[in-house]
Nanobody, 123 residues
Framework: VQLQASGGGLVQAGGSLRLSCAASGRTFSSYRMGWFRQAPGKEREFVAAFGWSGGNTYYADSVKGRFTISRDNTKNTVYLQMNNLKPEDTAVYYC?????????????????WGQGTLVTVSS
Protein backbone atom coordinates (compact mmCIF):
# COMPACT_ATOMS: atom_id res chain seq x y z
CA VAL A 1 0.00 0.00 0.00
CA GLN A 2 1.15 3.56 -0.69
CA LEU A 3 0.37 6.33 1.77
CA GLN A 4 0.20 10.04 0.99
CA ALA A 5 -0.03 12.46 3.91
CA SER A 6 -1.20 16.04 3.54
CA GLY A 7 -2.66 18.92 5.50
CA GLY A 8 0.35 20.22 7.35
CA GLY A 9 1.20 23.89 7.58
CA LEU A 10 1.93 26.83 9.82
CA VAL A 11 -0.56 27.62 12.56
CA GLN A 12 -0.56 29.74 15.69
CA ALA A 13 -0.71 28.19 19.11
CA GLY A 14 -4.28 27.33 20.01
CA GLY A 15 -5.20 26.75 16.39
CA SER A 16 -6.30 23.60 14.58
CA LEU A 17 -5.25 21.50 11.63
CA ARG A 18 -6.57 18.33 10.08
CA LEU A 19 -4.10 15.94 8.52
CA SER A 20 -5.17 13.45 5.90
CA CYS A 21 -3.53 10.26 4.74
CA ALA A 22 -4.77 8.74 1.51
CA ALA A 23 -3.97 5.12 0.83
CA SER A 24 -3.83 3.21 -2.39
CA GLY A 25 -5.02 -0.35 -2.73
CA ARG A 26 -8.26 -2.20 -2.27
CA THR A 27 -7.60 -3.62 1.18
CA PHE A 28 -7.36 -0.38 3.13
CA SER A 29 -9.97 -1.48 5.66
CA SER A 30 -7.77 -4.38 6.73
CA TYR A 31 -4.86 -2.16 7.76
CA ARG A 32 -4.48 -0.79 11.24
CA MET A 33 -3.51 2.85 10.87
CA GLY A 34 -1.47 5.12 13.05
CA TRP A 35 0.09 8.57 13.19
CA PHE A 36 3.60 9.33 14.39
CA ARG A 37 5.67 12.48 14.49
CA GLN A 38 9.31 13.44 14.52
CA ALA A 39 10.60 16.75 15.78
CA PRO A 40 14.06 18.04 14.78
CA GLY A 41 16.77 16.18 16.60
CA LYS A 42 14.35 13.74 18.20
CA GLU A 43 13.23 10.20 17.55
CA ARG A 44 9.98 9.40 15.84
CA GLU A 45 7.22 9.06 18.42
CA PHE A 46 3.75 7.64 18.59
CA VAL A 47 0.81 10.05 18.35
CA ALA A 48 -2.40 8.09 17.73
CA ALA A 49 -3.55 4.77 16.33
CA PHE A 50 -6.38 2.33 15.89
CA GLY A 51 -6.23 -0.89 17.84
CA TRP A 52 -6.37 -4.35 16.33
CA SER A 53 -10.14 -4.54 16.54
CA GLY A 54 -10.37 -1.32 14.57
CA GLY A 55 -12.83 0.20 16.97
CA ASN A 56 -10.49 1.27 19.72
CA THR A 57 -8.28 4.30 19.45
CA TYR A 58 -5.15 5.13 21.40
CA TYR A 59 -3.31 8.37 21.98
CA ALA A 60 -0.04 9.57 23.39
CA ASP A 61 -0.54 11.30 26.71
CA SER A 62 0.81 14.52 25.23
CA VAL A 63 -2.04 14.77 22.71
CA LYS A 64 -4.90 13.09 24.55
CA GLY A 65 -7.98 15.29 24.58
CA ARG A 66 -6.65 17.49 21.77
CA PHE A 67 -6.13 15.12 18.83
CA THR A 68 -8.59 12.70 17.25
CA ILE A 69 -7.83 9.91 14.80
CA SER A 70 -10.54 8.78 12.42
CA ARG A 71 -10.88 6.96 9.14
CA ASP A 72 -13.17 6.76 6.16
CA ASN A 73 -12.82 3.39 4.49
CA THR A 74 -14.95 4.50 1.55
CA LYS A 75 -12.29 7.10 0.76
CA ASN A 76 -9.27 5.00 1.82
CA THR A 77 -8.29 7.85 4.09
CA VAL A 78 -7.28 8.27 7.72
CA TYR A 79 -7.40 11.64 9.45
CA LEU A 80 -5.80 13.32 12.41
CA GLN A 81 -7.77 16.27 13.76
CA MET A 82 -5.47 18.42 15.87
CA ASN A 83 -6.97 21.07 18.13
CA ASN A 84 -5.46 23.48 20.63
CA LEU A 85 -2.06 23.07 19.03
CA LYS A 86 1.04 23.91 21.02
CA PRO A 87 4.56 24.85 19.89
CA GLU A 88 5.78 21.47 21.13
CA ASP A 89 3.52 19.81 18.54
CA THR A 90 5.84 21.11 15.83
CA ALA A 91 7.11 18.11 13.88
CA VAL A 92 6.89 16.15 10.68
CA TYR A 93 3.81 13.94 10.97
CA TYR A 94 3.76 10.50 9.39
CA CYS A 95 0.90 8.13 8.79
CA UNK A 96 1.62 4.43 8.86
CA UNK A 97 -0.14 1.14 8.28
CA UNK A 98 0.39 -2.20 9.97
CA UNK A 99 -0.85 -5.59 8.90
CA UNK A 100 -0.24 -7.72 11.95
CA UNK A 101 -1.25 -7.58 15.57
CA UNK A 102 1.79 -5.62 16.51
CA UNK A 103 1.96 -3.10 19.28
CA UNK A 104 0.17 -0.01 18.06
CA UNK A 105 2.65 2.46 19.54
CA UNK A 106 5.84 0.88 18.16
CA UNK A 107 7.29 2.15 14.89
CA UNK A 108 8.77 -1.30 14.27
CA UNK A 109 5.31 -2.86 13.98
CA UNK A 110 4.29 -0.74 10.99
CA UNK A 111 4.80 -2.06 7.51
CA UNK A 112 4.12 1.01 5.39
CA TRP A 113 4.86 4.70 5.87
CA GLY A 114 3.79 7.92 4.20
CA GLN A 115 6.26 10.63 3.27
CA GLY A 116 5.36 12.97 6.13
CA THR A 117 3.78 16.39 6.35
CA LEU A 118 5.28 19.29 8.31
CA VAL A 119 3.30 20.95 11.08
CA THR A 120 4.72 24.15 12.54
CA VAL A 121 3.06 25.78 15.53
CA SER A 122 4.15 29.31 16.36
CA SER A 123 3.88 30.78 19.83
Amino acid sequence: VQLQASGGGLVQAGGSLRLSCAASGRTFSSYRMGWFRQAPGKEREFVAAFGWSGGNTYYADSVKGRFTISRDNTKNTVYLQMNNLKPEDTAVYYCAARVGRGTYYSTYQYDYWGQGTLVTVSS
